[in-house]
């Protein structure tokens, strides 16, 4: 399996990665909550752009997310060789950045689920 690092541009000479995670340019589906105090601030769906084991790089069509918000992510995670089973990655972070490349969110926690029998059909 090939790991891949510095997906984004680099902008200037000299300028250094300071990433500790390989990320993987991974363009997965998914559901998408944010929190800011208690509230939601938003909803909707979007793409993972590229995803590591402490983050996650979203594309999200027009929507804001102010720095610091508690993001929920459902990730449709294919399961190889079976297309029809539905797997989610569910994770639990905080939104660091937004700007013309995407919506980064730090991972503080991650869980992998199927859906039972009776939301198999969603």
């Not at 300071?18 to 944010?34: E, G, I, M, N």
């Not at 979203?58 to 060789?81: K, M, N, Y």
Request: charged share 25%; with cysteine.
């Amino acid at each position: 399996m090939q790991r891949y690092v510095r997906t984004l541009p680099v902008g200037s000479p000299g300028h250094q990665d300071r990433r500790v995670a390989w990320r993987y340019p991974l363009q997965l589906d998914l559901h998408y909550r944010l929190r800011k105090k208690d509230r939601l601030v938003g909803e909707g769906s979007g793409k993972t752009v590229n995803i590591s084991n402490k983050g996650v790089l979203l594309a999200l069509s027009g929507q804001t997310c102010p720095r610091g918000a508690a993001a929920e992510l459902f990730i449709h995670w294919p399961v190889d060789h079976q297309p029809l089973i539905r797997q989610w990655l569910n994770v639990v972070g905080e939104v660091l950045r937004t700007d013309a490349q995407g919506v980064a969110v730090r991972i503080v926690r991650y869980d992998f689920s199927r859906p039972s029998h009776a939301d198999a059909s969603v």
